[in-house]
């Protein structure tokens, strides 16, 4: 049984900082492109920042220079780094794991990241 626990969400004010990480339960982690997703109520989920197997990023234009991925492959385990946050980063946000070989995919249970003004 595949499972992404996420953690490290919570209340926060407008400029300030929070990593969330995320566990996965998996074989082969290493293999796996690992991505942070966003949703807000009504909306469609979206892309945040992504990490490949090989170790290459993308980033959400929203977010770039202040959102940092990086994964532990040692500990089975993506962060993201989230500095200068604003009001508008609110939202509950998912893991995501995805190994386009097999056409696997994996999600979390989500965290909320609330960011006060």
């Known amino acids: 049984q595949v499972q992404l626990v996420e953690s490290g969400g919570g209340v926060v004010q407008d400029g300030g900082s929070l990593r969330l990480s995320c566990a996965a339960s998996?074989?082969?982690?290493?293999?796996?492109?690992m991505g942070w997703y966003r949703q807000t109520p009504g909306n469609q989920r979206e892309s945040v920042a992504i990490?490949?197997?090989?170790?290459?990023?993308n980033y959400a234009d929203s977010v770039k220079g202040r959102f940092t991925i990086s994964r532990d492959n040692a500990k089975n385990t993506v962060y993201l780094q989230m500095n200068s946050l604003k009001p508008e980063d609110t939202a509950v946000y998912y893991c995501?794991?995805?190994?386009?070989?097999?056409?696997?995919?994996?999600w979390g249970q989500g965290t909320q990241v609330t960011v006060s003004s």
């Open positions: 990490i490949r197997s090989a170790g290459d990023t």
């Open positions: 995501n794991a995805y190994w386009s070989r097999r056409g696997f995919e994996y």
């Open positions: 998996v074989i082969g982690f290493s293999l796996y492109d």
